[in-house]
């Protein structure tokens, strides 16, 4: 594994307790940051604190990522903040948009869309007055190609992106850069909204015939967090296996 610094910084990492957040989690703690985890379980939430914290320092916190207030009381008892990854995340389950209920799929673009907004909005002016951040935002494929039987989470999904590119765009000049990753499907708990055709489809369309491993985007989530990543913003990074080359 190679060695990233993030010694001295703190991270948020949304959706921490499980899946890919556990995995980024993990590696920000390798490469030498505080972590907290903003997660909405609270039984994952102290299991997780309890097994990464043998790797540094990290601290849990029980957010419902979609109520601004939850949000802000969280910003303010974090303390300094210098890396924010909204990485919090829902499917939905799968239909045709015809077929989805309105309240399923306001409540995915809800968590997807809104939730990263609500801890952007809170976290920013921290690291404004701290004169440094990444925010790095777990987007996916389906936000730029459209999966069909997934129209809510790829309709969030693509919004996650627009929110990631003018909110780079407003902090360009304030050492704070803002990157989305665009990843396909990885093995989590996630799989388990989904109906096994889905999952089928997804692995049909990537070149490499695998599945995403967590440690893989964790990696290039904790290069966009470092002070390495200094000229990309605004940017949507492809980790795809092939699928998606632009």
Avoid at 113 to 125: A, K, N
């Amino acid at each position: 594994m190679n060695q990233i610094d993030l010694k001295g910084r703190t991270a948020v990492v949304t959706g921490g307790a499980q899946g890919l957040g556990y995995a980024i989690s993990e590696r920000m703690l390798r490469s030498g940051a505080e972590v907290l985890l903003w997660d909405i379980d609270a039984g994952k939430l102290d299991a997780a604190c309890a097994s990464l914290s043998a790797l540094g320092p990290v601290r849990g916190a029980l957010v419902e990522l979609t109520d601004d207030a939850a949000v802000a009381a969280a910003t303010a008892q974090a303390g300094r903040i210098d890396i924010l990854v909204n990485n919090a995340g829902i499917t939905g389950g799968n239909g045709t948009t015809w077929e989805l209920d309105p309240a399923v799929w306001r409540r995915v673009v809800e968590v997807n869309l809104i939730g990263p907004y609500l801890t952007s909005r809170h976290v920013v002016p921290r690291m404004l007055a701290g004169g440094y951040g990444r925010i790095v935002n777990i987007a996916s494929v389906a936000g730029k190609e459209g999966n069909p039987n997934a129209s809510h989470y790829s309709a969030s999904k693509a919004a996650l992106i627009a929110l990631t590119k003018s909110l780079a765009k407003e902090l360009a000049t304030k050492n704070i850069l803002v990157n989305a990753v665009a990843p396909a499907a990885a093995k989590t708990a996630m799989f388990d909204q989904m109906a096994q055709s889905h999952i089928d489809y997804m692995l049909s369309k990537i070149p490499m015939g695998r599945f995403l491993e967590p440690a893989e985007i964790a990696a290039m989530v904790a290069w966009l967090s470092s002070e390495d990543c200094s000229f990309s913003t605004g940017a949507v990074f492809d980790i795809t296996g092939g699928r998606s080359t632009y």
